[in-house]
């Protein structure tokens, strides 16, 4: 099972501000990996897939990069509204996996 | 419109059995997997298995294998999560996502509380 670690585990930001959230595979995944942002008492909601394309959507201000086992998720100015948990997963192996999560609070 | 909604919440006592659902709608229903995921009070997600209502194939995370068994039902474009015997710790919300590689849709999630 690929393991799926982000870091950090929290990261305070102001908004308007830049944010940049790190996701490691414990093997290469290619580019089979999505981003999710998930608010308090609401389903997660799809960023991004194929490890940089916006779903969606999505505002321009979320863009994802890397392949392999290195992946980064930045949002370029925080708004309000980015204030949540991000989540990694892979797919390209069974099982598919999540990171745990880092949650972007207001500094 | 693509739609996945779930049955409501439910409070169980162990031992128990029980099976939630997530219907479909806005779209092909045997054309795309369903996923199941978990995630415990203040805790992350944690994919558990998924199905593809298409021809039943099913794969579980190891995790979850033997403890918890996906079906679906086409002719009703409803996937269905089921367990024989809760446990306290199976106390969770569960989200159904239509997947197989990302996840672009989500049911609203199902509740389960097991106490006795």
């Known amino acids: 099972e690929i393991v799926m670690t982000q870091s950090p585990a929290t990261l305070s930001v102001s908004p308007g501000e830049r944010a940049t959230l790190s996701c490691r595979a414990s093997q290469s995944v290619s580019s089979n990996l999505a981003w999710y942002q998930q608010k308090p008492g609401q389903a997660p909601r799809l960023l991004i897939y194929?490890?940089?394309i916006r779903a969606t959507g999505i505002p321009a201000r979320f863009s994802g990069s890397g392949s392999g086992t290195e992946f980064t998720l930045t949002i370029s100015s925080l708004q309000s509204e980015d204030f949540a948990v991000y989540y990694c997963?892979?797919?390209?192996?069974?099982?598919?996996?999540f990171g745990q999560g880092t949650k972007l609070e207001i500094k | 419109e693509v739609q996945l909604v779930q049955s409501g919440a439910e409070v169980k006592k162990p031992g128990e059995s029980l099976k939630i659902s997530c219907e479909g709608s806005?779209?092909?229903?045997?054309?795309?997997?369903i996923a199941w995921v978990r995630q415990m009070p203040g805790k992350g997600l944690e994919w558990m298995g998924i199905i593809y209502p298409g021809d039943s194939d099913t794969r579980y995370s190891p995790s979850f294998q033997g403890q918890v068994t996906i079906s679906a039902d086409k002719s009703i474009s409803t996937a269905y999560l089921q367990w024989s015997s809760l446990k306290a710790s199976d106390t969770a919300m569960y989200y159904c996502a239509r997947a197989g590689d990302y996840s672009d849709y989500w049911g609203q999630g199902t509740l389960v509380t097991v106490s006795s």
């Open positions: 194929g490890a940089s």
């Open positions: 997963q892979q797919y390209n192996n069974w099982p598919r996996t």
């Open positions: 806005g779209y092909s229903f045997t054309s795309y997997w």
